[in-house]
């Protein structure tokens, strides 16, 4: 059973429902940011909607794989019902969406300034359909544990006998991060000067943080302890950390001296 909210003859399931609103609201953010930085035209609008496309495909892609292990007549409408979805995945397929768009309209520098505070945006309400509807993370004894009724966790897609037990609230958690990192972002967003690289520190704090949560989390692993999700993060968090480290290095986060060059890098940063 999917939990869902009834309108009238309408089902509308939870997760899904948060799932829109949070890319609603993650564009209406991207496009307040672009107008405050005088880059809302058509053409960063066409790559807001690349970056839509690309994130819902992969975020169903990157996980079709364990529908299409578990089930013996695969179809492309059961691929849909039930593959799953990704959050790094939508990630992935977010940057890469946006990246092709800029290559068909004509866009050379980084869009990643636009990106940064959007992103925390969608993601903070995207992730309350989560905590809605999916099994909570691995039993604790922390009084802030979160245990569900046997009436709840029968309705919740995933759920054994350990939903019953105190078990952290990992999607609360990840709410709570993306709300302080939007916070920040709004707070830091004119303070870094290479175009695009707030959104670079964005992803490298957010898969520091997921890495480690996973650990909290109850998906299967991959490679000994390590769940496909940290895997993945085991190559891409040190890149993040690689490029950060080399633009500080190179003195590109640093305003330049008075009289000199505009106090705005143009080179093209990571995130689009």
């Given amino acids: 059973m999917t939990p869902s909210w009834q309108v009238g003859v309408w089902s509308v399931p939870l997760h899904d429902l948060f799932v829109v609103l949070g890319a609603l609201v993650g564009l209406a953010v991207y496009v307040?940011?672009?107008r405050r930085r005088g880059m809302a035209d058509r053409a960063h609008l066409l790559v807001a909607a690349g970056a839509l496309v690309g994130g819902v495909a992969l975020a169903k892609g990157a996980t079709t794989w364990r529908y299409l292990l578990t089930v013996d007549d695969p179809s492309v409408l059961g691929v849909l019902a039930y593959g799953g979805k990704s959050i790094l995945g939508g990630l992935f397929g977010a940057y890469a969406g946006a990246e092709?768009?800029?290559k068909l309209v004509g866009i050379h520098h980084s869009t990643g300034d636009l990106f940064a505070p959007a992103v925390p945006a969608a993601m903070a309400v995207?992730?309350?359909?989560?905590?809605?509807?999916e099994p909570l993370g691995t039993p604790t004894s922390l009084p802030w544990g979160v245990a569900l009724s046997a009436e709840q966790a029968d309705a919740v897609a995933g759920c054994d006998t350990a939903c019953l037990l105190p078990s952290h609230p990992t999607h609360a958690y990840e709410i709570g991060f993306h709300v302080m990192s939007l916070v920040a972002v709004l707070a830091l967003r004119d303070r870094l000067h290479k175009r695009g690289m707030m959104f670079t520190v964005w992803l490298l704090a957010y898969g520091t943080f997921r890495f480690a949560s996973e650990f909290l989390r109850t998906n299967p692993d991959l490679v000994g302890p390590l769940s496909g999700s940290q895997v993945f993060l085991l190559v891409t968090v040190p890149l993040l950390a690689w490029r950060l480290v080399r633009t500080w290095r190179?003195?590109?986060l640093r305003p330049p001296a008075v009289g000199v060059g505009t106090g705005i890098d143009v080179g093209v940063g990571v995130g689009s």
Avoid: D, N, Q
């Fill in 32 to 34: 307040a940011e672009a």
């Fill in 100 to 102: 092709v768009t800029k």
């Fill in 126 to 133: 995207g992730r309350i359909g989560c905590l809605l509807t």
């Fill in 250 to 252: 190179s003195g590109l």
